[in-house]
């Protein structure tokens, strides 16, 4: 009895799915497939940038007031002097006032006397914005005749002034021996400071 030979060529079903599975095409597929993953690793990559704002410099400003050209806190005004008084006699003298500082401010001013109180109250003082010939005082009258009280404070610039940083003006100082002062008032001697305070706006 013959043997019949089985072809060695695949045949059926599983055969044609090896065969397709062995073809050109599914190869082609799965190329493509490597295509895309390789597309899909460069989308990863991203763009960046950064920068840094550098402001300017923060500083603060000055409050700086001067009386004839010193800051203090005590200044001499040495002008405004004079002894042997009589009866309606007086004495001016100029005080230049600046603020030295960067800040606008502005000031007000007082005046304290020391000891006489038979004297203190018949000295009465007259500031201006005018000049002064040694006597007496020219210009706008920013006080006029306020009497020195002794041991305490008399308001000679109650209504603030302003200055702005830099700027300086000139007050004269009058002061004149109240024609009706008391013989007690005779060999008496008053000490005055003129007290300066100055606030920003």
């Known amino acids: 009895m013959s043997r019949h030979e089985v072809p060695n ?74 002894t042997g008084m009589m009866p309606n006699d007086s004495v001016a003298a100029v005080l230049p006032v600046k603020n030295n500082g960067t800040a606008a401010f502005s000031y007000t001013m007082a005046a304290a006397a020391t000891t006489a109180p038979e004297l203190a109250p018949f000295l009465k003082v007259t500031i201006t914005t005018g000049a002064s010939n040694g006597t ?19 308001n000679l610039i109650s209504t603030a002034r302003p200055l702005a940083g830099g700027a300086s003006e000139s007050l004269c100082f009058q002061v004149t021996l109240d024609p009706m002062v008391t013989t007690a008032a005779q060999g008496k001697t008053v000490n005055t400071s003129f007290n300066f305070n100055a606030t920003t706006a």
Request: charged share 10%; proline share 3%; with cysteine.
């Open 9 to 82: 060529s695949p045949s059926g079903f599983g055969a044609r799915a090896r065969s397709l599975m062995s073809g050109g095409k599914p190869r082609a597929i799965a190329s493509l497939g490597i295509v895309l993953g390789l597309g899909a690793i460069g989308t990863l990559a991203a763009w960046s940038d950064s920068a840094t704002a550098t402001s300017g410099v923060f500083s603060t400003a000055s409050v700086d007031l001067q009386l004839n050209g010193s800051s203090g806190p005590a200044v001499g005004f040495t002008t405004l002097t004079k």
């Open 136 to 154: 007496t005082c020219a210009g706008t009258a920013v006080a006029t005749n306020v009497a020195l009280v002794s041991g305490g404070s008399a």
